[in-house]
């Protein structure tokens, strides 16, 4: 099960970045999203995620969605968990060192909900790059 | 998931400070020693309540300073004006945490501008209406709107008597981290909670206001600025009969 998940991943990824550019499910607001140079994501120089990788993959929602819930009830703001700070470390820049959105198609926030039919809202509201306000 | 409140301890505490006599500046408000570092890695709890005085003798007529100032804090003026909508229609409909509101008393004929915004009310109206639970005052007594379980329903905006809240009808193009919004979502004033979580003591508003019209604080703390001034001058609460005890209270009106 483990295994087959990582490779059905992998897959995924590799799918993803043979379908093109098309109707992508990036921002309205973004105008069409270069594709993400690979490597060039803070994670892609790290050796681990805010939790084990197996961990991250079945349950990174439940991570952010507790820290959604005691961030906006409880007030806290020290922590690993934000989605500010998945975004901080997974967004790619395009070949021009432009942020591409983590949700444009075939992005790290992407790829795998593409592959699995998953369809977020949270980026509606959220940034999908780093803006410098935070 | 909303702050269950201990009635209890509250009403320990209102006794407790009653007998150490001043301090009680207004029903609900009481001493209590706090000071919390941040950005906050515990839960916020019922030591402190935020609030805020607002003198409306310093506060110019046509000045909006801390309209802007919140403005910019909170994003508000990354939000568009639809395309084909009319300058009056996006005057009446755009997202405002704080209004400029013009006072007359029938009687006297006097004028009274103030900053009018959410009153972070010890019993608000709009948690009591709202079906979801989204609307609700975490522990620190900030009244706001968890937008993950808002519905849109807008029963609060009904429910507030002071007309503090915004609905957000289209879809937002410009998204900066700090400030995520999105269609279909009530919001209002929540004193910079991002500031205070990080280690802030003031809002926005009070950081613009020339005249030093706006202090804010910790209603608990006696030595805190707001307590202070809450002490010394005579405030009002506004619809004071409708007894909602509301965080923020005018001076002047």
């Known amino acids: 099960m483990k295994g087959k998940f990582g490779i059905s991943v992998l897959l995924a990824l590799c799918l993803v970045m043979f379908v093109g550019p098309g109707s992508a499910l990036a921002d309205e607001d973004d105008e069409v999203a270069a594709a993400g140079v690979e490597g060039t994501a803070r994670a892609d120089k790290l050796d681990a995620c805010v939790a084990p990788t197996a961990f991250m993959r079945r349950n990174h929602f439940e991570l952010i969605e507790h820290q959604r819930d005691i961030t906006v009830h409880e007030g806290i703001r020290k922590t690993d968990n934000s989605l500010a700070g998945c975004i901080d470390c997974h967004v790619r820049h395009d070949a021009a060192g432009q942020y591409v959105p983590v949700n444009a198609q075939g992005e790290f926030c992407s790829a795998c909900h593409e592959y699995v039919g998953a369809s977020l809202d949270c980026f509606t509201c959220h940034a999908t790059k780093p803006t410098g306000t935070e | ?253």
């Open chain 2, 1 to 253: 998931m909303s702050q269950p409140i201990d009635k209890q301890r509250r009403a320990f505490l209102a006794t407790a400070s009653g007998a150490a006599a001043a301090t009680a500046v207004a029903p609900g408000v009481f001493l209590h020693a706090v000071a919390e570092a941040a950005p906050r890695d515990s839960a916020v709890s019922d030591s402190v309540r935020y609030g805020m005085l607002i003198d409306t003798s310093k506060c110019a007529e046509g000045c909006t300073d801390c309209v802007s100032a919140c403005d910019r804090e909170n994003g508000l003026d990354m939000l568009l004006k639809p395309e084909g909508a009319s300058d009056q229609h996006w005057d009446m409909q755009r997202p405002r945490w704080i209004r400029q509101v013009k006072l007359k008393n029938n009687l006297t004929g006097r004028v009274t501008a103030l900053p009018m915004m959410c009153q972070h009310c010890e019993h608000p109206p709009c948690v009591d209406v709202c079906p979801t639970g989204a609307s609700f005052r975490r522990a620190d007594g900030i009244v706001m709107v968890d937008r993950h379980t808002c519905i849109g329903c807008r029963y609060c905006m009904m429910a507030c008597p002071y007309n503090a809240r915004s609905f957000i009808h289209e879809s937002v193009r410009l998204k900066p981290t700090a400030t995520p919004r999105g269609k279909g979502c009530v919001e209002s004033c929540n004193f910079c909670v991002h500031r205070l979580d990080n280690g802030g003591t003031t809002t926005a508003c009070q950081d613009a206001c020339q005249h030093g019209a706006i202090v804010f604080g910790d209603l608990r703390d006696p030595n805190s600025a707001v307590s202070k001034a809450l002490a010394q001058y005579p405030s009002e609460q506004i619809r004071a009969d409708l007894k909602l005890n509301t965080g923020v209270r005018y001076t002047d009106i």
